[in-house]
């Protein structure tokens, strides 16, 4: 059994070194993954993924998830919904 192959579609930095990223799955599907940069000592950045990926089986799991941030957002910043 092949491993599966990761394609970057998006990021959203949520610290100073850690971001959320958002990746197709060559077994299908999606992965929401935390990434974190720490520097090598060569004085380069190198980038690692935690354990832990979520898995979206597809696009409408992102919709939802989409979504639920929006009315977090917007509880957040006292907006009727």
Partial sequence: MSDAL???LSS???QDNKSLVLSTCS????TLAQQI???DGKGKR???YLK???HIEN????ISLRNALNIAID???GKKI
């Fill in 12 to 14: 959203a930095s949520i």
């Fill in 59 to 62: 696009v409408d799991g992102i």
């Fill in 46 to 48: 190198m980038n690692m």
């Fill in 27 to 30: 077994k299908g599907g999606y």
């Fill in 6 to 8: 990761y394609t970057k």
């Fill in 37 to 39: 940069s720490v520097p």
């Fill in 52 to 54: 832990g990926a979520i």
């Fill in 75 to 77: 509880k957040i910043e």
